[in-house]
């Protein structure tokens, strides 16, 4: 039906299965496009994996047809597809940003199919595809033949259509087999590659991409982040030769509801690589806390060994949600992916546990009771009671902290146990730049936007391995393992005197690592020279 020329209501689909994109895609994208869309719709999302996905999503099954590849896509076009034959259907790639206005995908009810035009095309050749799959708009049935066409014979349709590799190619038969094209308005759906000035140049060891921010051209809705990279990889910044993106935090994300004190849901961040025997005492301490309203997402980052008997053993418990990352990262970027998955579904608070730590039985329960006597504060600490190193430094009473004052330059030291409220964490990330746990921005720019309360229960039980659990380079060497982190230990306490020119501690600090530096260097050097890979 259509309304003052306008189709009346819109099935948005998308299509999810393999690891490269999590159930926070698929959440995200909803709540981008319920943002911008007025027009009454209904998301629907075909996947073989509906673990993580927000309530409001109609997930349906993805099909064996014996179609693989992202070729998939294309039983869209199938008669009678999820059942709403001669209903609009929208069908959106993950990989996408919304930061305008979506009114205009319910135009042009009088065309049957509309689609944007492929920025990749060369109009004066006329060379490659006419149009974009990433968003077009279908009444479904109308154009069946494009399904039953291809089923007919799909190894011979990849043969002639196929792309690089044989998984992609289905923009090649969409072109090949719909005479003439209906476009969606220019200007609308635009690649973060070619339309948002955002590649820099590598000249003479200099990366212009430093310089500069990636910014939509007006008007843009739709920005496609086709290929590497993604929108996480921009958003807090430059990934390679392509620069920083400041519209991804400013629209990718889902907004966050508040519960009664009573209904609070806790969220729980847990990265692993390679360590799943070590599982198994952290999803216990879960499991025995006496407030029982949490969910934990368990991200395997790309391990090399099998995590589906510890996976299994806790399937039954609806609160876990596994998932394993489709390339290896690194711990920032494990718990980063956790965040985005734990705040897409919109629990209200959110703390991390390494593999191999637990939680005491009460810590939730504790939390709870904290958050109610002393509301207003984004950011709670409490104690460790596991393994203590000996510079270690608990907090002895309830009251407030500077994390720059009273921990960086005071007398608190030591692993805490950290909840963080999730309104405060939306565009604040940890910086997937270092692989290993190098937090201080992410501390520094949080406590920035909230207040912190420190109180004294014991909360967390830290345990103390060799290695880490991220892929890295494992033995006994201490040292900096790239020139990274020894410009970090710099970044961080200039960092602090922009913030604070009066923290006279900063200046101390970043005087003693100068004069630490040429050893650092040094060792730097050393082992890079020990690891003939490098």
């Known amino acids: 039906m259509t309304l003052d020329n306008k189709i009346d209501h819109l099935h948005i689909i998308c299509y999810r299965w393999g690891t490269k994109y999590g159930a926070e895609y698929v959440n995200i994208l909803r709540a981008m496009i319920a943002r911008n869309l007025s027009v009454p719709h209904t998301f629907h999302c075909i996947t073989d994996d509906p673990a993580g996905l927000h309530e409001a999503i109609v997930a349906h099954p993805l099909p064996d047809t014996g179609v693989t590849g992202i070729w998939r896509k294309l039983m869209t076009f199938s008669h009678d597809f999820l059942g709403l034959e001669g209903e609009w259907v929208v069908s959106f790639d993950l990989d996408l940003v919304i930061v305008g206005n979506l009114d205009f995908l319910a135009e042009q009810p009088d065309k049957t199919f509309v689609i944007g035009r492929n920025w990749s095309r060369n109009l004066k050749s006329g060379k490659g595809a006419r149009a974009s799959g990433s968003v077009y708009r279908l009444k479904?049935?109308?154009?069946?033949?494009?399904?039953?066409?291809?089923?007919?014979?799909?190894?011979?349709?990849?043969?002639?259509?196929?792309?690089?590799?044989?998984?992609?190619?289905?923009?090649?038969?969409?072109?090949?087999?719909?005479?003439?094209?209906?476009?969606?308005?220019?200007?609308?759906?635009?690649?973060?590659?070619?339309?948002?000035?955002?590649?820099?140049?590598?000249?003479?060891?200099?990366?212009?991409?430093?310089?500069?921010?990636?910014?939509?051209?007006e008007p843009a809705a739709i920005v496609s982040f086709h290929g590497d990279p993604l929108a996480p990889d921009v958003r807090d910044h430059r990934y390679g030769v392509w620069r920083q993106a400041p519209f991804v935090n400013a629209n990718w994300y889902v907004e966050h509801r508040l519960r009664p004190a009573a209904q609070t849901q806790f969220g729980v961040v847990i990265p692993s690589y390679n360590r799943p025997q070590d599982l198994k005492g952290a999803l216990d301490s879960l499991q025995a806390q006496s407030y029982g309203n949490w969910r934990a997402v368990i991200v395997n980052d790309a391990s090399t060994v099998d995590y589906s008997e510890i996976e299994n053993a806790y399937r039954d418990d609806p609160r876990f949600i596994f998932v394993t990352r489709y390339r290896n990262g690194g711990i920032n970027a494990a718990r980063n992916g956790g965040m985005d998955l734990l705040l897409s579904l919109g629990v209200d608070y959110l703390c991390f546990l390494d593999d191999d730590d637990e939680f005491v039985a009460d810590f939730f329960a504790t939390a709870l009771t904290v958050l109610q006597q002393h509301p207003g504060y984004g950011w709670y600490m409490s104690n460790n009671a596991g393994e203590r190193k000996r510079s270690q430094r608990d907090i002895e009473h309830v009251g407030e902290i500077d994390w720059i004052d009273d921990y960086i330059y005071g007398k608190m030291r030591g692993d805490k146990a950290h909840l963080f409220a999730a309104a405060a964490l939306r565009d604040i990330r940890l910086d997937e730049r270092f692989r290993a746990s190098n937090r201080w921005r992410f501390f520094i720019d949080l406590n920035r936007k909230t207040r912190i309360l420190g109180y004294p229960a014991a909360s967390i039980r830290k345990r103390y391995q060799e290695g880490g659990i991220t892929k890295g380079h494992q033995g006994q060497y201490k040292g900096p393992k790239t020139a990274l982190e020894i410009r970090s230990r710099f970044e961080k306490h200039w960092y602090v005197i922009r913030l604070r020119p009066t923290q006279w501690g900063a200046y101390k600090y970043l005087l003693l690592e100068l004069l630490k530096s040429p050893k650092r260097l040094l060792q730097l050097w050393r082992y890079r020279r020990s690891q003939p890979s490098l």
């Open 140 to 217: 479904v049935g109308s154009h069946a033949f494009v399904w039953e066409n291809l089923i007919a014979d799909f190894d011979g349709a990849v043969d002639r259509y196929h792309g690089k590799n044989r998984d992609i190619g289905e923009q090649n038969w969409l072109n090949a087999h719909i005479d003439e094209f209906n476009y969606f308005p220019d200007g609308k759906i635009v690649s973060f590659k070619r339309h948002c000035q955002a590649k820099g140049h590598r000249l003479l060891g200099f990366n212009t991409a430093w310089f500069g921010t990636a910014q939509p051209p």
